[in-house]
């Protein structure tokens, strides 16, 4: 009795934590691609696009989205890369403050977790057309997302 009140006293104080996704779930990112024009892109100054990762385990014939799974979301060429092609965000609208590659999510229902990016069409007056991919990890599942100016 003593080791449980000991344990959940531990729980409490130290929490539970984020964990990595199970080696037989499945991790998918859309959209899988992101290709922009430069000439569309210099039209409006600036490009927002979001990204969904969504975590799933097959059980008993049905996919079922994992929440609270910790997945890792990074970039070559994003921020802080200098200069950086383009900036992640943790969040649907490219607002707030932007995250450093290798930004971490957490899945919340349905096992869905969402990010989004900023890319600009001028670093330093020079256009900024660039290839790069997305990475998605968690545990041992990787999955990607290529993204480019053209």
Not at 2 to 19: E, M, P
Not at 54 to 71: A, F, Q, T, Y
Not at 120 to 143: H, M, P
Request: charged share 15%; hydrophobic share 40%; proline share 5%.
């Amino acid at each position: 009795m003593k080791n449980i009140i000991a344990l959940l006293l531990l729980s409490l104080v130290f929490g539970c934590g984020d964990i990595s996704a199970p080696p037989d779930a499945k991790i998918e990112i859309d959209p899988p691609s992101v290709s922009l024009s430069y000439n569309t892109l210099a039209t409006q100054g600036y490009s927002c696009r979001l990204f969904t990762i969504s975590v799933k385990r097959n059980i008993e014939g049905k996919d079922i989205g994992l929440s609270g799974i910790l997945v890792h979301v990074s970039g070559s060429m994003a921020a802080p890369s200098n200069p950086a092609r383009y900036y992640f965000y943790d969040n649907t609208t490219c607002s707030g403050q932007p995250k450093a590659s290798n930004m971490e999510l957490v899945t919340g229902d349905f096992g869905i977790a969402y990010f989004s990016i900023w890319i600009l069409a001028q670093i330093d007056g020079t256009e900024n057309k660039f290839q790069d991919t997305i990475e998605v990890r968690s545990g041992v599942l990787y999955t990607s997302a290529s993204v480019s100016v053209q």
